[in-house]
């Protein structure tokens, strides 16, 4: 007899509000103006992320285990709405210069928000894949959405790479469903104990081919090519976006994934500590040879994607809580930098590093706030920064990859000299006139400078604001609905 899923909504609560901003700014686009449904769209990210708090310790799950909002979930949950937050706060200071200031773009982003979050409440390979899809065709539209020839050409780019690390992540996916029987995390990590040997050359091509569509996602190298263009042509709030919100869930599916139903499979784990290393060397090396700043932490945020991947290389347990931590830290950082070029910058293709030569007497708040940023990228103590390498560090060696950790390290000493060098500059005397746009410092987009500089420095004084819940051992052990 067939049996019908339970099809409760509250474990979706997040996800509907956040689809109800996006569905406002569909319909009510011809009535209301864009900045009136930002600050919609605000309301309903706030709501979403009270929600998150509301469903905490009640572990629910809905259409037969294929949504959970599990403890990881409502984690991985809450750091993507912190940066869309911050990107919602930006954007209303600076849609209207990068000439995106229509309703669709919040329309655009909100949906891919509901993707996002479709991902990290994910309970099996389909619900992944929806929200996936469901991000990565909104992000294409935000890319290309200004019109120029620069976006034009970046969001092209992106569609293409994107779409191909797609075709190859579901060819993967259906390499496990062969293996496996099943589509469910739990069933899989099950499965996946007591495989089949008739059954392991199909679940490890799977893996493979999974880690390999992630890769494209989530910018590991050498599946990065996409990464500086697609940043550097977009609208930095897009770069801001795609550099955070969107890898961020990226990498929600990756912990599911791979730390939750495929931890058992084999062969993947060699394969991933490779592509983290070339990750490692090409983005900071790329990184030191940029004379653009925006470029520069296009280059710094495939770097960093490799140290994210470390946490993925350590046990359940560790890796979570590592990557945990260090997700939100890298998006209050991240997020915050990008957010102050958006308000300087003289037009969306950013400013070149010597530019920012005397930026403190020009903009004095602006200049230690992205000092403090810069800092916290670097891994500099007292900042978060710090603390978030060293627990992927501490995860990756303890797991068996010291030689990972290693080469982690030394790239971290070669990355202390492109985010150095412009925080010099920036307290270094200029008698040249202003190069940066002049009117850029505005409420919002100063409350989100704020908000990541103060979540970097109080995170780093006080790391147990925030580690104390991604570091409880049980929220890991149910990455599979186990």
Known sequence: MLQVPEA??????????????????????????????????????????????????????????????????????????AGTLMTLLVTLDTAWRARVAFPEFDAMLMYAVTGCLLIAFSGDLIVM???????????????????SRRAEESGLKYFLLGAAGSAVLIYGLAFVYG?????????????????????????????????????????????????????????????????????????????????????????????????????????????????????????????????????????????????????????????AALAIVAALQRSEEGFSVTDMRGLYY?????????????????????????????????AAFQNGYAWVSVLAALTSVAALVYYLRPGMLMFMPDRTPAREYGLGQRAPTTLAVALGVAGVTVLGLLPNLWYAFVAHPDIWAMLAGR
């Open 8 to 81: 409760s909504l509250t474990p979706l609560l997040p996800i509907l509000l956040v689809l109800a901003g996006a569905i406002s700014s569909t319909l009510l686009g011809f009535w209301l103006s864009r900045r009136t449904l930002t600050f919609i769209n605000i309301g309903a990210v706030v709501a979403s992320a009270l929600s998150v708090g509301w469903l905490w310790n009640r572990d629910l799950s809905s259409f037969g285990g294929g949504l959970r909002a599990d403890h990881a979930a409502l984690l991985l949950g809450f750091v993507i709405l």
């Open 129 to 147: 894949l929806i929200g996936l899809e469901i991000m990565s065709l909104s992000s294409y539209v935000l890319a290309t959405l200004q019109g």
């Open 179 to 335: 293996a496996t029987g099943s589509l469910n995390y739990a069933v899989i990590a099950e499965k996946t104990s007591t495989l089949n040997p008739e059954n392991t050359g199909i679940l490890v091509g799977g893996a493979l081919l999974m880690l390999c569509g992630f890769g494209f996602k989530v910018a590991l190298a050498p599946f990065h090519q996409w990464t500086p263009d697609v940043y550097g042509g977009a609208p930095t709030s897009v770069s801001l976006f795609l550099s955070t919100v969107v890898k961020v869930a990226a990498f929600a599916g990756m912990l599911r994934v791979f730390s939750g139903a495929l931890d058992n499979a084999p062969g993947w784990h060699s394969v991933l500590a490779v592509l983290i290393a070339a990750t490692l060397i090409v983005g900071n090396l790329a990184a030191l040879r940029q004379t653009n700043f925006k470029r520069m932490l296009a280059y710094s945020a495939v770097a960093h994607t490799g140290f994210l991947g470390m946490a993925l290389l350590g046990t359940p347990a560790a890796g979570g809580a590592a990557l945990g931590y260090y997700l939100l830290v890298y998006t209050l950082m991240t997020a």
């Open 362 to 394: 020009r903009h004095p708040g602006y200049a230690v706030a992205l000092a403090v940023c810069l800092a916290s990228l670097a891994g500099l103590p007292p900042f978060a920064g710090f603390f978030g390498k060293y627990l992927v560090f501490q």
